[in-house]
């Protein structure tokens, strides 16, 4: 099997993939509509801190994005593995890759938001020590009832 590479050098390209990828997934594992896709792109026109690619043979097969939210706090956000890549360890590798680049950039704390079905994606924010803070009431979004969620990491406090 090739080895997998991380790079967090990130093209228009790498965002055009994301997009897609993101559209793809999620529609086909969860049921998300296209408004999903379009948050996605919408959230990439924004500024990106730093964006972590991750590939196998120059293929994309996963991503971990930050951006600032204050001087002291950060946000994930881009959070995917391709299912062929998943159960090798990646998710923790890229978690890890942007802790770190929190912890070298003097963040207090970092936060994330997801939506109540997604039990893979929970269980790894659990495991780096991310705390539920805030749950929001279901409602109809992106074709689904979903409870959005925001999750908590002081870094002070994780490992």
């Known amino acids: 099997?090739?080895?997998?590479?991380?790079?967090?050098?990130?093209?228009?390209?790498?965002?055009?993939?994301?997009?897609?990828?993101?559209?793809?997934?999620?529609?086909?594992?969860?049921?998300?509509?296209?408004?999903?896709?379009?948050?996605?792109?919408?959230?990439?026109?924004?500024?990106?801190?730093?964006?972590?690619?991750?590939?196998?043979?120059?293929?994309?097969?996963?991503?971990?994005?930050?951006?600032?939210?204050?001087?002291?706090?950060?946000?994930?956000?881009?959070?995917?593995?391709?299912?062929?890549?998943?159960g090798v360890g990646l998710g923790k590798t890229l978690m890890q890759r942007l802790l770190d680049h929190c912890r070298e950039r003097g963040y207090e704390r970092i936060f994330l938001w997801t939506v109540n079905k997604l039990p893979a994606a929970r269980a790894i924010y659990e495991r780096f020590g991310f705390k539920l803070r805030e749950q929001k009431p279901e409602r109809l979004l992106w074709g689904q009832n979903l409870s959005e969620e925001r999750w908590d990491l002081s870094l002070g406090e994780n490992r």
């Open 1 to 86: 099997m090739a080895a997998i590479t991380i790079r967090d050098e990130f093209t228009p390209n790498d965002q055009i993939k994301i997009i897609e990828r993101h559209r793809v997934l999620y529609e086909t594992e969860y049921g998300f509509n296209a408004e999903f896709g379009d948050y996605v792109a919408s959230s990439l026109s924004e500024p990106i801190e730093r964006l972590w690619i991750a590939e196998r043979d120059g293929e994309f097969i996963g991503c971990i994005g930050l951006v600032e939210a204050d001087t002291n706090t950060g946000q994930l956000r881009w959070f995917l593995i391709e299912p062929a890549a998943r």
